[in-house]
């Protein structure tokens, strides 16, 4: 069974540029999840959603950011303007929900310049 | 205060030896306790899940829980360059399945 696929693996692009990533969660999976992970800030929840409905979006950063899960296969994270500070990985994981293991993507290597 | 906390190490062992981690948090609510492998330039892995006091062990590693004291450390036996990596720590701290992780624990194993 693949895992959790996410694209494009790496991204470079300049600043003011809209970058969208995408995810496609184990097929199965109820629940996804948007990480972004840096040096500095660790690993952080961005949005969760919960059969295809975003459940916190607490972590989302600002206005800039935005998710959608249009259907159980597949959700993507939008970025507009792109800005340097949001270089960073950013990683999709899923799980079905009473099991609670959460399984990561490969992620996505954002630079912005 | 961060709500999972991890010392960042490097926690640098000797190949054989045993590798201690821990982890405190803030939320004295929290239920389900995790702990994840990232290897540089990999994507987490989880490699021990606990939800009550005690130890819980799975071949070389060993999970441990006090909630009393709201810590969770792991224990690697017979440490393994291949263990070398970053531990991560993470709760879920309410009825969702949201999971909030420590910063990382960066382990080297020397062989």
């Known amino acids: 069974d693949a895992g959790v696929i996410q694209s494009p693996r790496h991204e470079v692009t300049e600043m003011g540029q809209e970058v969208t990533l995408r995810c496609k969660p184990i097929?199965?999976?109820?629940?996804l999840f948007w990480y972004r992970q840096t040096m500095m800030r660790g690993l952080e929840l961005l949005i969760y959603?919960?059969?295809?409905?975003?459940?916190?979006d607490s972590g989302m950063p600002e206005d800039r950011f935005s998710a959608k899960m249009p259907n159980a296969s597949f959700s993507t994270l939008k970025i507009q303007p792109s800005e340097p500070r949001d270089s960073a990985v950013y990683f999709c994981?899923?799980?079905?929900?009473?099991?609670?293991?959460?399984?990561f993507g490969p992620g996505t290597r954002l630079l912005v310049l | 205060q961060k709500e999972v906390e991890q010392n960042s190490g490097p926690l640098s062992v000797p190949e054989g030896a045993i590798a201690s981690l821990n982890c405190t948090y803030s939320d004295r609510g929290s239920q389900s306790f995790f702990w994840y492998r990232q290897y540089s330039g990999k994507s987490p892995e989880l490699i021990m899940s606990?939800?009550?006091?005690g130890d819980k062990e799975d071949g070389r590693f060993t999970a441990q829980l006090n909630k009393a004291s709201q810590y969770v450390s792991l224990l690697i036996r017979d440490s393994q360059p291949s263990d070398s990596a970053t531990y991560l720590c993470a709760v879920r701290m309410d009825s969702s399945y949201k999971l909030i992780f420590g910063s990382g624990t960066r382990l080297l194993v020397r062989p």
């Open positions: 959603f919960n059969n295809n409905v975003p459940i916190d």
């Open positions: 606990i939800y009550s006091n």
């Open positions: 994981a899923s799980t079905l929900g009473q099991e609670e293991t959460q399984y």
């Open positions: 097929s199965g999976h109820n629940s």
